[in-house]
């Protein structure tokens, strides 16, 4: 399989499982999540500490703005493994959290 095919399967289940569960996420729950689990390599939001372009990682608002970074993404990205990000233990609900979280950066943090 391309790695496209790979990722359209993925968004695919991962869609399905989304809408078989309740909605429970919650920014609120994603920004504490994000402060202690994600502060250490990408600024947060446009207040945070900025860990410098050392770590490579985008800030999280500059993330909120990426057209290809939906919610679907974000959540597909944190469910799996990547090998510059350490493998998170994250469950589904705080999953949906941080990425309403982030989205929720983009209607925030207008230049
Ligand atoms: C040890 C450092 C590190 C930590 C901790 C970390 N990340 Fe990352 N993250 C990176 C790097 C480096 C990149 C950019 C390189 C890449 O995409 O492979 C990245 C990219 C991303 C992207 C963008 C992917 C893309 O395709 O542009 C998202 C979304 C993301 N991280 C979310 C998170 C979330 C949410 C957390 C906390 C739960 C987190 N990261 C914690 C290092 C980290």
């Not at 994000?34 to 985008?58: K, L, V």
């Not at 290809?68 to 990205?77: R, S």
């Amino acid at each position: 399989m391309t790695a496209l095919k790979r990722t359209l399967v993925l968004i695919a289940s991962v869609g399905f499982v989304t809408t078989a569960r309740a909605q429970t996420a919650d920014p609120t729950i994603g920004r504490r999540l994000a402060e202690t689990t994600c502060a250490e390599c990408h600024q947060i939001d446009a207040a945070a500490p900025d860990p410098g372009p050392r770590t490579g990682a985008p800030s999280f608002v500059a993330v909120s703005r990426m057209s290809a970074m939906t919610e679907l993404a974000i959540k597909v990205f944190l469910q799996t493994s990547h090998p510059t990000m350490p493998n998170f233990v994250l469950t589904p609900d705080e999953i949906d959290s941080i990425a309403a979280y982030i989205k929720g950066l983009a209607r925030k943090e207008r230049p």
